[in-house]
Nanobody, 122 residues
Framework: QVVLVESGGGLVQAGGSLRLSCSASGPTFSRYNMGWFRQAPGKEREFVAR????????YFGDSVKGRFTISRDNAKNTVYLQMNSLKPEDTAVYYCAAGWRATMEGSEYDYWGQGTQVTVSS
């Protein structure tokens, strides 16, 4: 069982930056692929980024490439999402997820956090 807790969301102006954190419980954190997803009101859940267990491989959704980075600190059981050049369309609830598979598909992830709200004003 893995419990994930996101933090770092908030209100920011367009062009600004935020860093989200996701802290995980359990001794096997480094074995999990970690993903970030987001969901805006009235829209489907969208893949944002994922990172391999070692942190050596990352992958991003097209809408955030070049603006967002993902990293992890396995000693701290934490994964981060650095969001730069934020746009109003980035407004959503952001979720982190843990899973055994390296995938963009949310259904393949086994554990989810409760989400953190990110609001980007124009």
């Amino acid at each position: 069982q893995v419990v994930l807790v996101e933090s770092g969301g908030g209100l920011v102006q367009a062009g600004g930056s935020l860093r989200l954190s996701c802290s995980a419980s359990g001794p096997t954190f480094s074995r999990y692929n970690m993903g970030w997803f987001r969901q805006a009101p009235g829209k489907e859940r969208e893949f944002v980024a994922r990172i391999s267990g070692s942190g050596s491989f990352t992958y991003f959704g097209d809408s955030v490439k070049g603006r967002f980075t993902i990293s992890r600190d396995n000693a701290k059981n934490t994964v981060y999402l650095q969001m730069n050049s934020l746009k109003p369309e980035d407004t959503a609830v952001y979720y982190c997820a843990a899973g055994w598979r390296a995938t963009m598909e949310g259904s393949e992830y086994d554990y989810w956090g409760q989400g953190t709200q990110v609001t980007v004003s124009s």
